[in-house]
């Protein structure tokens, strides 16, 4: 496995490991379980396959779709203005 391969999982291993730990916080805090963006109980199935999860389906959806639009119209005022320029 290459160098920069390696880095790479160590990273996300990292961070993985960042996430259960800010899981624990929140369980001891009582806000495990609720979602940041809509203050609504994240579903237990969700949590059981994510168990840092900090955000709804709702709101994960509605995150995606937002930058996926944002993205397309940063895409198309740069083609935009590539082909006036």
């Known amino acids: 496995m290459s160098k920069e391969r390696n880095s790479?999982?160590?990273t996300r291993q990292d961070k993985f490991i960042r996430d259960l730990k800010n899981a624990l916080i929140r369980i001891e805090n009582k806000t495990y379980g609720i979602c940041r963006v809509t203050g609504k109980l994240i579903d237990a199935e969700?949590?059981?396959?994510?168990?840092?999860?900090?955000?709804?389906?709702?709101?994960?959806?509605t995150n995606v779709e937002k930058s996926t639009t944002h993205s397309f119209r940063g895409t198309f005022r740069r083609s935009s203005h590539q082909a006036v320029g």
């Open 8 to 10: 790479q999982l160590a």
């Open 46 to 61: 969700r949590l059981k396959l994510v168990p840092h999860a900090t955000l709804s389906m709702e709101a994960k959806l």
